[in-house]
T-cell receptor
Framework: AQSVTQLGSHVSVSEGALVLLRCNYSSSVPPYLFWYVQYPNQGLQLLLKYTTGATLVKGINGFEAEFKKSETSFHLTKPSAHMSDAAEYFC?????????????FGGGTRVLVKP | DAGVIQSPRHEVTEMGQEVTLRCKPI?????LFWYRQTMMRGLELLIY????????DSGMPEDRFSAKMPNASFSTLKIQPSEPRDSAVYFC??????????????FGPGTRLTVL
């Protein structure tokens, strides 16, 4: 079975500073990896995903993530935080179509952006 | 497309009452998922359907919970009788297995349930 661990349930960054959210996964087969963002009182929105190919994935709102198989990691970064980035972020793993697109989510990391 | 539609957005009920949450997936999607989100347990998958058939309901907490998908455009999650510990935000999501971007799940806005 697959699992996802997000290090740090809360992260505080200053506006303009680097955002780094950590995600490690375990999977017995090549994974598909996702980052979702949840703004207050809203549903989850896809930020980016890794399926196959290039290991550095660019997403919306200036976010990117790098798949590192050797480290079983898929950390999310953004060079310069904006106030609008304040939200909760979820990393998720899927083992592909054979599993019926089922996602396993991490516990989430809430990001606070300080002026 | 309007995206995944859920109703109601907010529901307040009293313990013991029946609650029905509704979901309309994105047209053409063949997978539908029900999740529950709480502060204590995070985001939990309750049940999911493929082509209207329940595939995995291992996340359904107990017999008080039931879900149906009578057709490709509608699903319900029912709690009977409801209890205060069922208070949570319930999300519905859908996805398509037909070509990229397969595996991406599209989420609805959620139903915030409060059981008094």
């Amino acid at each position: 079975a697959q699992s996802v661990t997000q290090l740090g349930s809360h992260v505080s960054v200053s506006e303009g500073a680097l955002v780094l959210l950590r995600c490690n996964y375990s999977s017995s087969v090549p994974p598909y990896l996702f980052w979702y963002v949840q703004y207050p009182n809203q549903g989850l929105q896809l930020l980016l995903k890794y399926t196959t190919g290039a290991t550095l994935v660019k997403g919306i709102n200036g976010f990117e993530a790098e798949f590192k198989k050797s480290e079983t990691s898929f950390h999310l970064t953004k060079p310069s935080a904006h106030m609008s980035d304040a939200a909760e972020y979820f990393c998720a793993v899927s083992v592909g179509k054979a599993a019926g697109n089922k996602l396993t989510f991490g516990g989430g990391t809430r990001v606070l952006v300080k002026p | 497309d309007a995206g995944v539609i859920q109703s109601p957005r907010h529901e307040v009920t009293e313990m013991g009452q029946e609650v029905t949450l509704r979901c309309k997936p994105i047209s053409g999607h063949d997978y539908l998922f029900w999740y529950r989100q709480t502060m204590m347990r995070g985001l939990e998958l309750l049940i999911y359907f493929n082509n209207n058939v329940p595939i995995d309901d291992s996340g359904m907490p107990e017999d008080r919970f039931s879900a149906k998908m009578p057709n490709a455009s509608f699903s319900t999650l029912k709690i009977q009788p409801s209890e205060p510990r069922d208070s949570a935000v319930y999300f519905c999501a859908s996805s398509s297995s037909a070509g990229p971007p397969y595996n991406e799940q599209f989420f609805g806005p959620g139903t915030r349930l409060t059981v008094l």
